[in-house]
């Protein structure tokens, strides 16, 4: 019997380090979700896809019908430092369908910064990706010369004299001067598990009016010079 007691000590030392070595790993293993809201603002108000909403100054209105986008390469960031990519990184995200998309990443880290793009960088257009949200069918997919479509918005303006006048704003492009891709970087809460985006349309729609031009279906200059438009009226109101 005192031939055994030494052997089933140790045995109850491992088993004991074995379990707290596992419930140590589950608590710092541990993943949180983060939610990613993207939608639209007017008038300081949230509003819906395919709704007419009147412009502040006039009888005139308009509605947006298609508001679909790409974000990618997201990164947490502590005081200025890196401390967490996303791997795979991109989403399509379709406002009239799914506004949202969650990312997970460890339990433990302080965040008080996130970054991420708006549409799909050169290296990504270039890969031969082509599945999951960069499956071709899924309708953001211009041919190999062009690439990746970053942002599709598409609505229609409803005058007072009863015409209309769609417009159709297709932006991509990822080669040198007509690279149009926007890295975006926002101050978060520490502690936040969602994260609200908003386009602030009443700044949108002041743009589209003084350009002499509504519908853009290709890179170019013009291209890049939308896409930072709409980056700068992308707004975070957690």
Same mark, same amino acid.
């Given at each position: 019997?005192?031939?055994?007691?030494?052997?089933?000590?140790?045995?109850?030392?491992?088993?004991?380090?074995?379990?707290?070595?596992?419930? !140590?790993?589950?608590?710092?293993?541990?993943?949180?979700? &983060?939610? /990613?809201? !993207?939608?639209?603002?007017?008038?300081?108000?949230m509003i819906k896809m395919n709704k007419d909403y009147f412009f502040k100054s006039s009888n005139?209105? !308009?509605?947006?019908?298609?508001?679909? /986008? @790409? $974000?990618?390469? $997201?990164?947490?960031?502590?005081?200025?430092?890196?401390?967490?990519?996303?791997?795979?990184?991109?989403?399509?995200?379709?406002?009239?369908?799914?506004?949202?998309?969650?990312?997970?990443?460890?339990?433990?880290?302080?965040?008080?910064?996130?970054?991420?793009?708006?549409? &799909?960088?050169?290296?990504?257009?270039?890969?031969?990706?082509?599945?999951?949200?960069?499956?071709?069918?899924?309708?953001? *997919?211009?041919?190999?010369?062009?690439?990746? &479509?970053?942002?599709?918005?598409?609505?229609? *303006?409803?005058?007072?004299?009863?015409?209309?006048?769609? !417009?159709?704003?297709?932006?991509?492009?990822?080669?040198?001067?007509?690279?149009?891709?926007?890295?975006? @970087?926002?101050?978060?809460?520490?502690?936040?598990?969602?994260?609200?985006?908003?386009?602030?349309?009443?700044?949108?729609?002041?743009?589209?009016?003084?350009?002499?031009?509504?519908?853009?279906?290709?890179?170019?200059?013009?291209?890049?010079? /939308?896409?930072?438009?709409?980056?700068?009226?992308?707004?975070?109101?957690?």
């Amino acid at each position: 019997m005192d031939y055994f007691r030494p052997h089933l000590m140790l045995l109850r030392i491992s088993l004991m380090a074995f379990i707290f070595s596992f419930l !140590f790993s589950k608590v710092f293993a541990q993943e949180k979700s &983060i939610r /990613f809201d !993207f939608g639209l603002l007017y008038k300081d108000q949230m509003i819906k896809m395919n709704k007419d909403y009147f412009f502040k100054s006039s009888n005139d209105s !308009f509605k947006i019908t298609v508001l679909k /986008f @790409y $974000i990618s390469n $997201i990164c947490f960031y502590d005081k200025d430092k890196l401390v967490w990519s996303e791997k795979n990184s991109t989403h399509l995200v379709d406002v009239n369908a799914k506004g949202f998309f969650t990312v997970n990443m460890p339990n433990q880290l302080n965040i008080d910064k996130v970054s991420f793009d708006l549409g &799909i960088d050169s290296v990504t257009n270039t890969s031969g990706a082509l599945d999951g949200d960069l499956d071709p069918m899924l309708g953001m *997919y211009w041919t190999w010369q062009s690439g990746y &479509i970053n942002l599709k918005l598409e609505g229609l *303006y409803n005058y007072s004299d009863m015409q209309q006048q769609p !417009f159709e704003f297709h932006i991509g492009g990822y080669n040198g001067e007509d690279n149009a891709l926007q890295h975006l @970087y926002f101050d978060v809460n520490p502690g936040k598990n969602k994260l609200s985006y908003k386009f602030k349309l009443d700044s949108i729609l002041n743009e589209l009016k003084n350009i002499n031009y509504k519908h853009l279906m290709s890179p170019g200059i013009n291209a890049v010079l /939308f896409s930072k438009m709409i980056g700068k009226n992308i707004i975070l109101t957690q």
